[in-house]
């Protein structure tokens, strides 16, 4: 992300309002995006870092790891940072073929389609509670073993325990203790990864 001196300004008054803290300078980096790009303080105390997530995050980014994402818009709003670093290929489900299938919604059964594909890819789960689910429900199988999954699905109906499931899982995890997340809130997520990852490993490229 290309900074400007309002950016920075915004950061500041972040910085100045959180105060002290208890995370990681990499995972603070994390949680002062989504308040920035969400204007939500309550943020502070709902994101839930997994053990090396970040760590695991980055490294599967800096190796070009596919990244699978549910909708469109956390496809686009992640784009150009990964395009102008890494250049990882990206996935959504949503424009995934799939055969109709009454069982599942389309956004679950493009997300099954693509795991299988890419069964350690790096996943972003932003807004469809049942691709959330589904992939849960493949990590529990065994049937893939994802690089990093970052889930923050908004909801009221089970959503939690399928975070609940992510988090009990082996599988390197970000995600929301909550009601609230969103597509916004996942693409700000992925794209402060995408600067620590740049950061760690881009010079190195260079």
């Known amino acids: 992300m290309e900074w400007h001196i309002t950016d920075a ?4 008054i972040i910085d100045s309002e959180i105060g002290e803290h208890v995370f990681s300078p990499a995972e603070y980096e994390i949680v002062r995006r989504v308040i920035y790009s969400t204007a939500d303080f ?12 970040l760590q695991a995050g980055a490294a599967a980014l800096a190796s070009r790891t596919t990244i699978i994402v549910d909708v469109p818009m956390v496809q686009v709003g992640i784009n150009y940072d990964i395009q102008s670093t890494f250049a990882n290929a990206v ?8 055969r109709p299938q009454k ?18 890819g790096l996943f972003v789960i932003g807004q469809a509670q049942t691709a959330l689910s589904r ?4 990590i529990e199988a065994e ?6 999954v970052i889930a923050t699905p908004p909801g009221f109906i089970s959503i939690d325990k399928d975070k609940e499931r992510l988090q009990d899982s ?15 809130v996942a693409t700000a997520i992925v794209d402060g990864l995408i600067d620590l990852a740049w950061q760690a490993y881009g010079k190195a490229r260079g």
């Not at 996935?91 to 073929?97: F, K, V």
């Not at 049937?143 to 990093?148: D, M, Q, V, Y």
């Open 103 to 120: 069982e599942k919604t389309k956004a679950a059964w493009g997300i099954e389609t693509l795991a299988k594909r890419y069964p350690e």
């Open 91 to 98: 996935y959504c489900s949503m424009d995934t073929p799939t």
């Open 143 to 148: 049937e893939i073993r994802p690089a990093l």
């Open 42 to 53: 309550e943020y502070k105390s709902l994101i839930r870092f997994s053990e090396r997530a």
């Open 170 to 184: 082996l599988t390197p995890n970000i995600t929301i203790d909550s009601r609230k997340g969103g597509a916004l």
């Open 135 to 138: 992939l849960v429900d493949l």
């Open 9 to 12: 300004e915004s950061l500041a």
